[in-house]
Every structure is written in C-alpha cells, then in structure tokens.
C-alpha cells in the first residue's frame, strides 16, 4: 500500500475555499485515491474518490496531476460544520482490502 | 439513502468480561470490516469478511476476537475476555463489491473498566 503524507492540521475561516494536499509518491498503477471526513466520536465518511485527472461531487473536487505522485482535495467555502479530520488513503480499490487509515489532516474553520 | 448501523452506541463492561458488538451492513453489500480508534490516535483496520469467512486480519485481531454473520443482516464482533486496553470506538463497514468505496456505522463506544 502506498504510503501517504499530508498535513497534520490546517485554519481556516468561514467561506474560504481550503486545498488539502496529499502526497503518495509510492502510488501503484491499480491504486485509487479516496478521502474521507471524520468528526469526533462518529464513523469516517467517504467525500471523494479517483483515479486521475479531476473529480468533482456536491462535497469536493479532486485534483490529480498526471504523475499521481499527490492529489489536493478542495472544499469550497467552507464552514464551520467543515471542522473535521480528513484523511487521504491510497491503495487498490479492486482488490477489496482494508483501508489503511494515516493521521490525516485536522481542518479548523473558525468565524 | 441506506446505513450501516451499529448497536450498542455505548458499552461499559469489566475487564475479562465478553462483549457483542452488533452491525447491520448495508443491504446488497458483501464484503464487511471492523475498525477501531483507540481515543485520540488513528482509525485501525481489525478483520474484513467476505462470503462467509475472514479474507484479512491485522495483528491486533487475535484469538480473543472473533467474528461472525449468524443471519442474512447482522455482523458481529466478540470480544471473548475484554482488557483495558479493548476500550475505544468500534466501527462496521461495509462496500458492496470489490471496486467501491467503503462505508462506515456510526461506531460503539466500548468502555472497560
């Protein structure tokens, strides 16, 4: 499985768009990337998931250079029910497998 | 739009005590895990199940854990004899074929004391 880094945690304020960038150099031609939300005491929550180029839902986008070496998980305008715990996974989503969870990156959206 | 839910939300238990935690995947799905976050570190991957046995378990599901799907709907973890170190969030997942994403239960408090 392909490691993964990103940041520990990041501020922002009410109505900024906030980029989220993870790094996962190691990045296999099967593996996906997915990212999930996570607020205390509660189950993660899957945001996005892709391959390449970019995605985009009601929630976020994703971006995803040519290389796949990182990709940036956007949230525009966030609010305050953004605070949360984002996490970046990488790995082969065909196969199954568990999903191996890293620290992830601690959003504080303040007013 | 369907759930996975978990019951109980919370359990207090002794140590050396055996613990049922109760899942319901969602309904056409056929692979299923169990995760635990020990407060305030990570989100660890315990046991995934898929038709009818376990396909992966990491180091922390040893012989004290087990699992089982007794019916079409439920799945359950056993904690056969809880230590204080079993206390965290446990959490069901469930995806419905090899290519989706998972989705994960509200999670079970499990308290020993």
């Known amino acids: 499985l392909a490691k993964t880094t990103q940041p520990i945690s990041m501020d922002s304020y009410e109505g900024q768009e906030v980029n989220i960038t993870c790094s996962h150099n190691?990045?296999?031609?099967?593996?996906?990337i997915t990212w999930y939300q996570q607020f205390p005491s509660q189950g993660p929550r899957f945001i996005i998931q892709?391959?390449?180029t970019k995605v985009t839902n009601e929630v976020a986008s994703l971006f995803i250079p040519a290389d796949r070496k990182s990709s940036t998980l956007s949230l525009p305008r966030v609010s305050l029910s953004d605070t949360a715990v984002y996490y970046c996974?990488?790995?082969?989503?065909?196969?199954?497998?568990?999903?191996?969870f890293g620290k992830g990156t601690t959003l504080s959206v303040s007013s | 739009e369907p759930e996975v839910t978990q019951t109980p939300s919370h359990q207090v238990t002794q140590m050396g005590q055996e613990v049922i935690l109760r899942c319901v995947p969602i309904?056409?799905?056929?692979?299923f895990y169990w995760y635990r976050q020990i407060l305030g570190q990570k989100v660890e991957f315990l046991v995934s199940?898929?038709?009818?046995?376990?396909?992966?378990k990491s180091e922390i599901f040893d012989d004290q854990f087990s699992v089982e799907r007794p019916d079409g709907s439920n799945f359950t973890l056993k904690i056969r004899s809880t230590k204080l170190e079993d206390s965290a969030m446990y959490f069901c997942?469930?995806?419905?074929?090899?290519?989706?994403?998972?989705?994960f239960g509200p999670g079970t408090r499990l308290l020993v004391l």
């Open positions: 996974l990488v790995g082969d989503n065909q196969a199954g497998t568990a999903l191996i």
């Open positions: 309904s056409n799905h056929l692979y």
């Open positions: 190691n990045i296999a031609t099967n593996d996906y």
């Open positions: 892709g391959y390449k």
């Open positions: 997942a469930s995806r419905r074929t090899s290519g989706e994403t998972q989705y």
């Open positions: 199940f898929y038709n009818n046995e376990i396909s992966e």
